[in-house]
């Protein structure tokens, strides 16, 4: 689908009760160095994007090492669509940071 | 990890070439010249010339893995050093493994015969057989991607067919389920091979008198979540005569082959590969992806794999 925008990307991110069961089938948390490489930590950072917070380089290790392989969207009691919900906040982020980002 | 610099490095490759990595655009099609294929018809054959860029793309990874281990500076100026500029990738891609390239061609054969067995009729587009623009799409280059996706939607539609046949699953789940969302109007149809070859399965016919092996299969996630291909790929083997056995982690459920982050971080995609690897090897059989990202991504762990293309045509061919 075409990236959604910030309120749809803050709506969806909303979703999120935080309770975690998305990190236990992510292929990228085991092998990272913080909770941004997991799905729970990637839903957190796009809505802080959304909100227009700084793309550190650890955000954007966290939102761009994301395999959108879905299996997290599998095991979320909230439905959330967590690869398009990162492919939205790396969309923002070329919208916003076109300059610096590429 | 130099995201910028290999977000650019990719886009601007696509949109100046068309390609992800610079290749020789004869080297995407080359592989039909056998085959006598026609030009067009009511169904194409639509590769989005994944497979063939696979090798390619497996080169630039191993290069980015050998400037990741070295410690003096970023990895832009690493690069930049190695390349002279960072558009210039043709030294990096040359190094392709050429045995990777002939697997792949022969896969995309061994697809092409398999259709034909099938009763299925079929040309195919040539030199158009472009490249999908799926890593714009993956990287969230909207505009790019949109542009991107515009000019291979105006190809497919020119070629005049109905039905478009897709052979791997990141091309298949851009053009059934992307580029509806990203190009007014598109209405062709899109089937995967697989899902094609299993709706024809009658018209095929097993070798007889041939004993059958095991088989271990890795489902690919856009295959297995995306685009609902489960059941065809083990039909098939299964009426190929072989033994199908399955990882812990299979079907909708199957474990990714860290493919999507080798050039973004080709160390965390080496430790998913080799944690998938070490799972497959596990189970014994021969180990078989249907993915030419999962192909290379499991070889360059020391996966001995082999595409379920090859499987199916040298039992039913």
Known sequence: MAAWGRSRLLEEAGKCAYCGFCEAVCPTLPYGRHRGYGPRGRVLL????????????????????????????????????????????????????????? | MDVKLILSLLAENVERTGYPVPVDVERIYSWAKPLNLPRGGRAVLYTGALYQLAPYINSLVRHLESLEGRRAGGLALRLAKTLGKIIDLGKVVAKADPGEIKAVEEVLRSIARLLSAAGVEYGYLYEDDMYSGVILYDMGLDEAFAR??????????????????????????????????????FGLEVKNYLEILSENIDSLKPRRGEAGYRVVIHDPCFY????????????????????????????????????????????????????????????????????????????????????????????LL
């Open chain 2, 224 to 315: 297995a979540r995306h685009e609902g291909i489960v059941e065809e790929p083990r039909q098939l083997l299964r009426f190929a005569g072989l033994e199908v056995e399955e990882p812990p982690r299979s079907g909708k459920m199957t474990y990714c082959c860290g493919g999507p982050v080798e050039a973004v971080s080709p160390s965390l995609s080496r430790r998913i590969a080799e944690t998938r690897l070490r799972e497959l090897q596990g189970v014994g059989g021969r180990i078989v992806t249907m993915c030419p990202i999962c192909y290379v991504n499991l070889r360059r762990v020391g996966g001995k794999v082999e595409d379920i293309a090859l499987h199916l045509s040298r039992r």
């Open chain 2, 148 to 185: 991107h996706a515009k000019m291979v939607a105006e190809t497919l539609e020119k070629s005049g067919a109905s039905l478009i046949i897709t052979v791997d699953p990141h091309t298949t789940h851009v053009l059934r389920s992307v580029f509806p969302e990203y190009v007014d109007g």
């Open chain 1, 46 to 102: 796009t809505a802080h994007l959304a909100r227009g917070g700084k793309a550190s380089p650890e955000v954007l290790s966290s939102i761009y090492t994301c395999l959108t392989c879905a299996a997290c969207t599998l095991k979320c009691p909230a439905g959330i669509d967590i690869p398009a919900l990162v492919r939205a906040a790396r969309s923002l982020l070329v919208a916003v940071h076109e300059k610096t980002i590429i």
